[in-house]
């Protein structure tokens, strides 16, 4: 209670000073109207300043303002703390409630309430005081008749021919917001129509509101001191593109240096990049239109090439109504060296440090190709509850890789591919590497890999990825008699770590509606991803056509292939409550099924359930599968299955500054497609597979610096599927304390 009240920086209010509250916006109308919700949100954000944060009755801002004090110079802890953890009490009297008042009623005005008012009503409650801001409304103006330009004038008969369009139409609610957004729907539409000059702010909007019966009839009329050459359409003239300019200094470009591609003047006093391959990007071509989209476009899909760190169009008027374009490019450099550490964490709760190189070559075989080498090694440690028992203690690993990438900026494909959106750029992706990796006390692993894939956005919001070529090698070596013992007594596993190719097809689809500039401020968003997995079918079948044998597992060099088909979905919805309090939540489902060459999932395309971004209230893979409950005493305690479901709900609210907090609630499991000796109770059935659901929840702390995010979750397990049977009780919840089944999850970034 002391802690509280030394919280709410009461002590430091003077007589007759409260602190503000805060401003609400209170409707008094005689029937409820549309959009109710979204007029008082739109309103409200008139309302300033905005009150002081508070956690629990108090104002933890305002405390660490106080406690720091007046810092003697604009440095140091004192100074970082009242400007950073802490913010200036707002007080009752710093409000200016008149100038807010007369705000709301201009902007309902502005609505079309043209009679609307407003009045002031304050509370104050202790030591604290709201206001209420109490809107009267009346019936809104509507629009009635709506006149265009007159006149026999090429913009005028323009602006006519755009009426399909128009956002507003006779019977709408009066907006003056509809007024500005259809200024600019002219302005684009005319702009890509080929009149480069015209501006929104030459149009004009008169509103006659005499007309009676609440009705407005609008006149658009174009400005007397319009430009004429904003009246005008253009078409493209000279077009020259410079690929190596220099704002340092203009390149030491000459006559000679030009070469003709297509209608493009192409100068450059190097041969680093092929013409062509700069100029297959540049939609903008002599003799067209000009429009803006066109010219939007080429800068979009120069900057996509990520060889060019400025691309600028710099555009000017020719006789005979014609443009004459100049695009300039400034390359970065072409050859780079990267190296980083970094703190990683995992979904299978390991942590620790890697070390990466990397070289990049951004415009390797002169076609703006992306060739990277990168080189890494690690150390990781498993935590988030992870037992330390057995006589391997922690899991812990290490690793070291190397990895090639080739990114060409086009499809690559002896098939034609039918792409037809001009606006992204399309890559080609080779990748080769190897890894090896140690699992202390337990195997080693190599892991050769080869693909050869697509990757192309169809849209702002929407992304796919092919790769018809994606072929993984897997070998075991050095493994420790625990391990083997362990693989002898679990075939499944054994399976799964099996010698084997993985000659894969995959693909994926993303969809995130953030993608759309400016959604991010919207209440809803929408995430979805969509993997297909498909492994050995083609190899099968052309063995099978071709090998007079039936002889079973059939092999490449010697060792077997996985052969299965794998699909999963990953779908978010993310509702903002407001600046500081948002709620998360995702459902992922994904079945895998073995047949024909394997008889079960490779280790590495299993499905797993718990840890730090899964269900946090559960170790790392130690969930399911279904009833099944491992053998504890084994450090080694990784389940996979061939079935997953998965729900997680996440409240997620602001602290203080970056500090900020979670309550959390995740569901799930994950089962086998067939019984399993093994592992009893695995198998999925439809009829009670809901009764298998591990549920857990907990409360999370995050330091959210915007580049990167430090997670800390405690989550509490309110059901095992594994101890709802008899027999199966788990060595670690025999007679535990409360606080001994709380599991700690240290990670890098938000779980989704």
Not at 393 to 422: C, E, K, M, W
Request: charged letters at 25%; one cysteine or more.
């Amino acid at each position: 209670m002391l802690l509280i009240a030394s919280c709410t920086g009461v002590k430091h209010l003077e007589e007759g000073q409260t602190f503000y509250g805060g401003g609400e916006v209170v409707f008094s109308t005689k029937r409820d109207f549309k959009k109710k919700k979204e007029v008082k949100r739109e309103l409200e954000t008139l309302i300033t300043p905005t009150p002081n944060t508070k956690v629990l009755g108090c104002r933890p801002k305002v405390w660490f303002y106080h406690l720091a004090g007046e810092p003697k110079k604009e440095k140091g802890f004192k100074y970082w703390m009242r400007t950073k953890l802490g913010a200036p009490p707002v007080l009752m009297e710093d409000v200016d409630v008149y100038r807010t008042q007369s705000l709301i009623e201009s902007r309902i005005k502005n609505e079309g309430v043209f009679h609307g008012r407003v009045e002031v009503k304050t509370k104050t409650k202790g030591h604290e005081t709201t206001v209420d801001y109490i809107t009267y409304l009346s019936r809104p103006y509507r629009y009635d008749s709506i006149y265009l330009p007159e006149g026999d004038g090429k913009l005028e008969k323009a602006i006519r021919g755009l009426k399909q369009g128009m956002v507003f139409k006779k019977g709408d609610r009066y907006d003056l917001n509809d007024l500005e957004d259809e200024r600019l729907r002219l302005q684009r539409e005319l702009k890509n129509s080929g009149f480069y000059f015209f501006q929104d702010n030459y149009i004009l909007f008169e509103a006659d509101s005499t007309v009676g019966n609440r009705q407005v009839d609008i006149y658009m009329t174009i400005k007397k001191d319009t430009p004429e050459n904003a009246k005008r359409t253009y078409t493209l003239g000279e077009i020259n593109v410079f690929a190596n300019y220099n704002f340092a200094g203009a390149s030491q470009t000459s006559v000679s240096d030009t070469i003709k591609v297509d209608s493009l003047n192409y100068y450059s006093d190097n041969d680093e990049f092929r013409p062509k391959a700069i100029t297959d990007h540049i939609k903008l071509r002599k003799g067209n239109i000009y429009t803006n989209e066109d010219e939007e476009v080429t800068i979009d899909r120069l900057l996509q090439l990520d060889v060019f760190k400025f691309v600028n169009v710099d555009i000017e008027e020719m006789p005979g109504d014609q443009l004459k374009t100049n695009i300039y490019l400034t390359p970065f450099k072409k050859k780079s060296i990267r190296f980083e550490l970094q703190g990683v964490s995992k979904s299978n709760a390991f942590i620790g440090p890697n070390f990466n190189a990397a070289f990049r070559n951004r415009n390797a075989f002169g076609g703006a190709e992306l060739y990277e080498l990168s080189l890494n090694t690690g150390y990781e440690i498993q935590v988030g509850g992870q037992q330390s028992q057995g006589s391997g203690g922690a899991l812990n690993s290490y690793s070291v890789g190397i990895q090639n990438t080739l990114t060409i900026p086009r499809f690559i494909s002896p098939l034609n591919i039918d792409f037809h959106s001009f606006k992204y750029v399309p890559q080609t992706l080779i990748k080769a590497g190897f890894t090896v990796q140690k699992r202390s006390n337990f195997f080693t692993s190599y892991n050769a890999n080869l693909g050869y894939g697509f990757r192309w956005n169809e849209t702002p919001t929407r992304r796919h990825e092919l790769f018809p070529i994606d072929i993984d090698f897997i070998q075991l070596s050095s493994t420790s008699t625990e391990f083997d013992r362990l693989l002898d007594n679990n075939p499944f596993l054994a399976r799964s770590y099996a010698e084997q190719y993985i000659l894969g097809t995959t693909y994926s689809f993303f969809y995130n509606s953030q993608g759309k500039t400016g959604r991010d401020r919207r209440t809803s968003n929408y995430y979805f991803n969509g993997n297909v997995d498909i492994s050995g079918n083609l190899m099968q079948v052309a063995q099978s056509l071709l090998k007079s044998s039936s002889e079973e597992p059939y092999e490449v060099l010697g060792y077997p292939y996985s052969q299965f088909a794998r699909a999963d979905v990953d779908f978010r919805y993310y509702l903002r409550l407001d600046e500081q309090n948002k709620i998360a939540t995702r459902v992922i489902a994904g079945v895998g099924y073995a047949f024909g060459n394997s008889i079960s999932l490779p280790y590495s395309k299993s499905f797993a359930s718990g840890g730090s971004s899964s269900l946090r209230a559960f170790r790392a893979r130690s969930v399911g599968p279904g009833t099944f409950e491992p053998d504890t005493s084994q450090v080694f305690i990784d389940q996979i299955g061939d079935i997953k479901l998965e729900g997680n709900i996440e409240y997620r609210f602001e602290i203080v500054g970056a500090f900020k907090g979670a309550v959390f609630l995740d569901a799930g499991n994950i089962w086998t497609m067939r019984d399993e000796e093994e592992r009893p109770g695995g198998k999925f059935n439809f009829t009670d597979f809901y009764k298998q659901i591990a549920i857990g929840t907990g409360f999370g702390f995050r330091f959210d610096a915007d580049f990167f995010v430090v997670r800390l979750d405690l989550g509490y397990p309110l059901k095992d599927p594994a101890i709802e049977t008899p027999a199966t009780i788990r060595a670690s919840d025999r007679n535990p304390s409360e606080l001994s089944k709380i599991v700690y999850n240290i990670a890098i970034g938000y779980p989704f």
